[in-house]
């Protein structure tokens, strides 16, 4: 089945640090990838995604490069901020008949001014 | 502000119990699916429903239930609740019946504590 290993936290910065959060996945065919963040007392949002191998998806300063060699899809951002602090989810969503998103744990991002 | 809502924002009940819990979906929105979020973990899908019809389920008993109404709101049931059943129940809508590429939206979730 569809599983999603992300890189454990909690992660801890300074503001403007470059940040790196690491994803790996197993899937069968070529699924969708996700980025969600969750901020305090909120409920998932959308981040950024990336339907097909060597797509880049964007958003807020975020990147994420969907590598199907290396079955990765690693969150960057060159310069967060303190406003950047919550929890960060990686997330497949296979083809064909899968409904599903399937979910990593979680890697919970401070950032200290 | 993602559009979807759910009811309650949080919720106590004992062990044996039975509880609803409710989502009105973002307008236009027609399909809707369920999450479980235990603390410190990922979201684990519960099922889907798209018009009406449940059309995927995760790897919940049947005692997790649910419904999609006309206007596509919708209800999670849970019968006989365990003190694992604690989590915080997400809901999520979304437009095209549960694509690949598709953007959810989700709610704030309802935070469920099995006594």
């Known amino acids: 089945g569809n599983s999603v290993t992300q890189m454990e936290g909690p992660v801890t910065l300074s503001e403007e640090a470059f940040l790196t959060i690491n994803c790996t996945y197993t899937a069968t065919g070529y699924p969708s990838l996700f980025w969600y963040v969750q901020y305090p007392g909120e409920g998932l949002q959308l981040l950024l995604k990336a339907t097909k191998a060597d797509d880049k998806g964007s958003n807020k300063g975020f990147e994420a490069t969907y590598r199907k060699e290396t079955t990765s899809f690693h969150l960057e951002k060159g310069s967060v901020q303190v406003s950047d602090s919550a929890v960060y989810f990686c997330?497949?969503?296979?083809?064909?008949?899968?409904?599903?998103?399937?979910f990593g744990s979680g890697t919970q991002l401070t950032v200290l001014p | 502000e993602t559009g979807v809502t759910q009811s309650p924002t949080h919720l106590i009940k004992t062990r044996g119990q039975q509880v609803t819990l409710r989502c009105s979906s973002q307008?236009?929105?027609?399909?809707v699916s369920w999450y479980q979020q235990a603390l410190g973990q990922g979201p684990q899908f519960i099922f889907q429903y798209y018009r009406e019809e449940e059309n995927g389920r995760g790897n919940f008993p049947p005692r997790f239930s649910g419904l999609q109404f006309p206007n596509y709101s919708s209800e999670l049931n849970v019968n006989a609740l365990e003190l694992d059943d604690s989590a915080l129940y997400l809901c999520?809508?979304?437009?095209?019946?549960?694509?690949?590429?598709?953007?959810?939206?989700f709610g704030s979730g309802t935070q469920l504590s099995v006594l």
């Open positions: 999520a809508s979304s437009s095209s019946g549960g694509q690949s590429n598709e953007k959810l939206f």
């Open positions: 307008s236009g929105h027609n399909t």
């Open positions: 997330a497949l969503r296979g083809a064909g008949s899968a409904r599903q998103l399937t």
